[in-house]
């Protein structure tokens, strides 16, 4: 999305809009912290960010049981604030399984009615986005159950097929709605997680309804995330996340509480033209908000 003038210093400090590149609120920060929508909203305005991205889990927007009235009730509240909705993030987790990860909804499950039930399952998620005037939908590739893969009964090639089959199918669907998937490379998948996978599957299905969903926090954990986006810059969906670690493990802590350089993350972006949302998320309920005061501060300084 490019604007045809550019922001003056005045919408720059409201906005929170670098040139092209913006900074949206990644709602899932605070809903892991017990906060609704309501909050979120507050949040939002406080921080100073035109730009949300919906968390969609049991408790909040969740597709198979929140009606259109719902979403658009929601959506109104939005509008009075001058919020948008870029993108939405679904939770394909089994109820309470926060932090052990188990998928209910495995788009890579080699059981072919699971698989189904994976596909049915995003096919809401993006009739939700629909309704929020999102055109990204947060995407992941499933899970393998049995990562050490001389126990499996499947091999990882057979489960990456799977994956495939599922996303053409999506493509489609999402595609006639004007919505994209973005395949998050995240580590709770055990699935898809270096830049080669990542850029495989999205030129296997071949579809411009999917692309690449970049986390800074999950790729620091394998290479530096500007190794990433050498591999996937050209792929990238219009949202991604940022977060920080040390590349020891894939927490994601307020930008500065890690080693990762977000002026080098930054200046790659934007040298490979790329105008999309910048979404800090953050699990960190020691303090969410004053984090996410931190992240909008210093990504503000850096773009």
Known sequence: MCFSRQPSKLKYLHNVDGGDLKLGLQCGTLALAGMGFGEWVKVAEELGF????????RDNFWPPTTSKMQRADAL???STTNINVPSVCPLPLEPGSWGE?????????????SRRKAVEFYKQVVDSAVDFGADTVLTLPGKIDEPDLM???HSYRQHLEKLVESLKE????????????????????NFIDLP??????????????VKVYFDTANANVFL???KYLDVIGDLLCKTIHVSDNHGDRPLHLPIGMGGIDFRRVVAKLKSLGWDGYILPEIFYNEDPIGGLRTCKTRLEEII
Do not use: I
């Not at 035109?50 to 889990?57: I, N, R």
């Not at 990860?101 to 009615?113: I, W």
């Not at 004007?178 to 998050?184: D, F, I, K």
């Open 151 to 153: 126990k499996s009964p």
């Open 196 to 209: 080669w996978e990542l850029r495989y599957v999205v030129e296997s299905v071949n579809s411009e309804s």
């Open 170 to 189: 999506l493509a489609a669907y999402a595609g006639d709605r004007g919505v994209v998937l973005g395949v998050e490379h995240a580590v709770v998948c």
């Open 50 to 57: 035109k730009s949300l991205e919906l968390w969609l889990d």
């Open 76 to 78: 109104q509240t939005l």
């Open 224 to 226: 530096p995330p500007t």
């Open 101 to 113: 990860f188990r998928f209910e909804f495995n788009l890579a499950h080699f059981d072919e009615r």
